[in-house]
T-cell receptor, first 116, second 115 residues
């Protein structure tokens, strides 16, 4: 099925603190998990992704962890800055029965606010 | 190089009218995707193209929605007899290969308002 759950829907943190966003997926065959950042009025942009053969990936202040057994993955942002304020979307490749193919299914997004 | 572009950026129409939204993908990208983003909601998959063919139309919300892609490049999303619930931002994305593991590059979107 096509089901990606994302929590929380909103998150406020003080500048310098860490932020964690969690997603769960339903298809055990999912093998690609990207994260997109969408600033207000702008297009979504890929910030980091992870594939199913890796448990963790880091890129400067951003990291993503994947637990395939539990079918959940998380985005971690350390030392948050005001420019991190945006909506973050997780996604997972899930099977779409309509055409018998895998497509990206997106979570509903998390609005992150970093308070200076 | 140029990214994904969409036109118009904003469209206001009256209920019952038809609208046509355009997407210009990144040159050489095989796959093209259409999503809908309602206010405060996530990205709802509508349709994708491999080249000119659309093997998956299951995401289209009703038969008033249709899309085509010609020449493996530009795509148009047409909404007939628009309804107020069609108001949303329509996003297009493209990727180099037609596998879901490829990075999708998004356009700026078309903001549609149906009065």
């Amino acid at each position: 099925g096509e089901n990606v759950e994302q929590h929380p829907s909103t998150l406020s943190v003080q500048e310098g603190d860490s932020a964690v966003i969690k997603c769960t997926y339903s298809d055990s065959a999912s093998n690609y998990f990207p994260w997109y950042k969408q600033e207000l009025g702008k297009r979504p942009q890929l910030i980091i992704d992870i594939r199913s053969n890796v448990g963790e990936k880091k890129d400067q202040r951003i990291a993503v962890t994947l637990n395939k057994t539990a079918k959940h993955f998380s985005l971690h942002i350390t030392e948050t800055q005001p420019e991190d304020s945006a909506v973050y979307f997780c996604a997972a490749t899930e099977f779409w029965s309509g055409a018998g193919s895998y497509q990206l299914t997106f979570g509903k997004g998390t609005k992150l606010s970093v308070i200076p | 190089g140029a990214g994904v572009s969409q036109s118009p950026s904003n469209k206001v129409t009256e209920k019952g009218k038809d609208v046509e939204l355009r997407c210009d993908p990144i040159s050489g990208h095989t796959a093209l995707y259409w999503y809908r983003q309602s206010l405060g909601q996530g990205l709802e998959f509508l349709i994708y193209f491999q080249g000119n063919s659309a093997p998956d139309k299951s995401g289209l919300p009703s038969d008033r929605f249709s899309a085509e892609r010609t020449g493996g490049s530009v795509s148009t999303l047409t909404i007939q007899r628009t309804q107020q619930e069609d108001s949303a931002v329509y996003l297009c994305a493209s990727s180099f290969r037609d596998t879901p593991q490829e990075t999708q590059y998004f356009g700026p979107g078309t903001r549609l308002l149906v009065l």
